[in-house]
Structure formats: structure tokens, C-alpha cells
């Protein structure tokens, strides 16, 4: 459900085009009409609306002038008024639409559909980044408790028997109760590549390679790792 908020100088202005929306309540619930700019700049952001119907002119402040005055916000805007000369204005504010009064029902319904458009596109956004966020993050229980790491500040994993150390850019070394396996299937991605039987590798953190019959690479941190005849190729494919 959608939720809206008006903004009009004008009492009737406001409640007739609440009384259009009703058409969508399905969809769209009007959780606050304000018909003062000073009041919807200390109530607005609290309301947590999807979109703000906003008249253009009124007195003392337009509709531009409330959306700078207001900073950050995170509601889309359909702009509503009687004149037709601010709609470069409008575009400049990325507004989802401009509507002329009286406003046309047909109009309306447009504009209703470009904003669940946007609004979706913006939730799947939002979803994305915080997957993208997620998956850039690598949780490792220990005997002490659980560390957060950034999968970019891996530098390599050595296998321990049964336990994977992970050295990382800070110098800090975690000892893990997993085997290499594990984290090899988890960390299966551009960046990461086993090298060997005991070692997988950050590729970001490789300076050198020397050639030998499966080579030895030299890492940022200085540390020399030997590369597995059998794993060179898929290495070299990697990094070249």
C-alpha cells in the first residue's frame, strides 16, 4: 500500500483531489493533508510517505522553495497547479509527474502508474544494494566469537588440518574450524582462486608471478605462495 501526502494552500483544492485518489484506495492510502507549508515541513518526514502531491504556488513559499527548505527526503513528488510554466522545473527535480488543475482523472491515473513504477524501481534498488552489501561481507565463528569481514581485506586462507587461517590486510590472522573446501565453494567468485592444496588467494593482492613449474607468487604483504602444477593454468587464466 502506498501512502500519500497532500500539500495545498488551498482547503479545496486539497480535499477535491483527495476525493479523487479514493479511486486508487486499493493501492494508495492518503495518510496526511496539509494546507500550511510551515506545518508539512515539521510533519512531513515523520509521515514516511511514498509520494507528495505538492501545489506549486502558495504564499510566502512554492513548492520548490518547501522541497529546499525540507533538504533530504525520500518521497517521490507530483507536482500539482493551475499554470503550466514550471514543468522545466519540475524535470530539473526528477518529479514522477506535473499535473494542471483541475486535475484530470485520467492524468491521474498516469501519474499513479509511473509512480508505482518508480517506487517499485526503487525498492528493487535499494534490494540490490543491500544484497551487494551482504555478499561483500564474510561472517567467521571462532572459539573467541564471530568476525565480520570485508571479503577485500582477505589477503590469502592457509589450510591448518582441519582449521582455515585467514590473513588479512591489517596483519590480522583468524583461525577458523573449517576446512579450506568450505570456504573454497563460499568464496567462488573472480577474486578468489585455490592455488594449491593448503592456499586460496585474494587475485587483488598478487604483485608478481615467477615462472616455475607451477610458479610462486608474490603477494602485497610480501609473502611468497607456491602455485600446484595442476592449478597453474586456471590461475594464469585468472590473472592474465
Do not use: C, H, W
Request: proline share 2%; no cysteine; glycine share 4%.
Amino acid at each position: 500500500m502506498l501512502k500519500a501526502a497532500i500539500l495545498d494552500d488551498e482547503v479545496k483544492g486539497s480535499k477535491l483531489l483527495s476525493q479523487k485518489l479514493e479511486f486508487f484506495e486499493d493501492e494508495l492510502q492518503v495518510v496526511g493533508i496539509f494546507n500550511q507549508p510551515a506545518k508539512a515541513l515539521s510533519s512531513i518526514i515523520e509521515l514516511k510517505p511514498d509520494v507528495l502531491f505538492l501545489d506549486v504556488e502558495m504564499p510566502g513559499i512554492n513548492g520548490f522553495q518547501f522541497l529546499e527548505r525540507l533538504g533530504s527526503f525520500d518521497f517521490e513528488v507530483i507536482f500539482t497547479t493551475a499554470y503550466d510554466s514550471y514543468t522545466l522545473e519540475a524535470l530539473r527535480l526528477s518529479a514522477v509527474d506535473y499535473l494542471l488543475k483541475p486535475v484530470d482523472e485520467e492524468e491521474l491515473k498516469t501519474a499513479i502508474t509511473r509512480l508505482r513504477k518508480r517506487v517499485a524501481e526503487k525498492s528493487n534498488y535499494k534490494s540490490l544494494k543491500k544484497e551487494k552489501v551482504n555478499s561483500n561481507r564474510l561472517a567467521l565463528t571462532t572459539a573467541e566469537g564471530v568476525y565480520i569481514v570485508d571479503k577485500t581485506q582477505i589477503i590469502r586462507i592457509e589450510a591448518m588440518s582441519n582449521y582455515s587461517v585467514f590473513i588479512l590486510s591489517d596483519s590480522k590472522k583468524i583461525v577458523v574450524s573449517k576446512t579450506l573446501k568450505e570456504f573454497e565453494n563460499i568464496l567462488d567468485d573472480e577474486f578468489f582462486t585455490r592455488i594449491s592444496r593448503s592456499i586460496i588467494i585474494n587475485l587483488t593482492y598478487v604483485v608478481k608471478y615467477r615462472k616455475g613449474d607451477g610458479g610462486t607468487l608474490e603477494l602485497s604483504d610480501g609473502s611468497e605462495v607456491e602455485v600446484s602444477t595442476q592449478r597453474k593454468e586456471a590461475l594464469l587464466q585468472k590473472l592474465f
